[in-house]
Nanobody, 118 residues
Framework: QVQLVESGGGLVQPGGSLRLSCAAS????????MGWYRQAPGKERELVAL??????TYADSVKGRFTISTDNAKKMWYLQMNSLKPEDTAVYYC?????????????WGQGTRVTVSS
């Protein structure tokens, strides 16, 4: 069974930094379109950052502040978050398109909570 697990969330003051990690485990033939999403209370889940084979995409609200990086050999990816703002407060989810024994589909992590507050 393929599983994705996020870590690194927590409470941080405005202007601070956090680094989120996502680790994929299980029988994985290929790992693609590794990304990060977030959902604030009462709001829709939104794309934060996405790393594909040929491009990297960021939400306008995080450009210049957040950086996604990947380590395909370790089946891990990361979100470095700098200059955090209260509006970044949300549950952050990692996601990837994974080819496994049952075929290809998107897998989601359970979420890690980020709270930006002073």
């Amino acid at each position: 069974q393929v599983q994705l697990v996020e870590s690194g969330g927590g409470l941080v003051q405005p202007g601070g930094s956090l680094r989120l990690s996502c680790a994929a485990s299980g029988i994985i033939f290929s790992l693609n379109a590794m990304g990060w999403y977030r959902q604030a209370p009462g709001k829709e889940r939104e794309l934060v950052a996405l790393a594909s084979v040929d491009s990297t995409t960021y939400a306008d609200s995080v450009k210049g502040r957040f950086t996604i990086s990947t380590d395909n050999a370790k089946k891990m990816w990361y979100l470095q978050m700098n200059s955090l703002k209260p509006e970044d407060t949300a549950v952050y989810y990692c996601k990837a398109l994974i080819q496994s024994v049952s075929g290809a589909r998107d897998y989601w992590g359970q979420g890690t909570r980020v709270t930006v507050s002073s």
